[in-house]
């Protein structure tokens, strides 16, 4: 039985995090993912934390936030300031929900008007026509 490996190239590494090696070379040249070692002819090793750190990009991005703040967040937890690193993922979650609400919100209000303008358009169209009709 094979066991897993310690490290993991490029092409292995966006396998397990289901994202492509050009987003892992442009994470790269951002600072937001490492190579931990180098194998041969140079190329980049990845271990066993990036899939689990590109998982977490990506949902930090699903919920809306920057790559810079991703970034400020990665510098936290690299300098091993976790506390400081969840105070500020919490601030930025806090942000991203107030921005969540407001939109809802908005969506909220464009439909009731859609709603109420579609109302009106079918009240002006005559049963006779067949347009609108349900």
Do not use: C
Request: charged share 30%; net charge neutral; proline share 3%.
């Amino acid at each position: 039985m094979a066991s897993e490996p310690t490290t993991y190239d490029i092409a292995e590494l966006a396998l397990a995090a289901g994202v492509s090696s050009r987003t892992i070379r442009y994470y790269g040249e951002l600072d937001l993912l490492k190579a931990s070692s180098r194998g041969p002819g140079g190329r980049r090793r990845y271990g066993a934390d990036a899939a689990e750190r590109l998982r977490f990009i990506s949902r930090l991005k699903t919920l809306g936030m920057s790559l810079e703040e991703i970034g400020e967040l990665n510098r936290s937890f690299d300098l091993g300031a976790t506390p400081a690193m969840l105070k500020h993922l919490d601030s930025l979650l806090e942000m991203r929900l107030h921005e969540v609400t407001e939109r809802i919100r908005d969506l909220r209000d464009l439909e009731s008007d859609l709603q109420t303008y579609r109302g009106r358009i079918r009240g002006k169209t005559s049963p006779e026509s067949g347009d609108l009709a349900s």
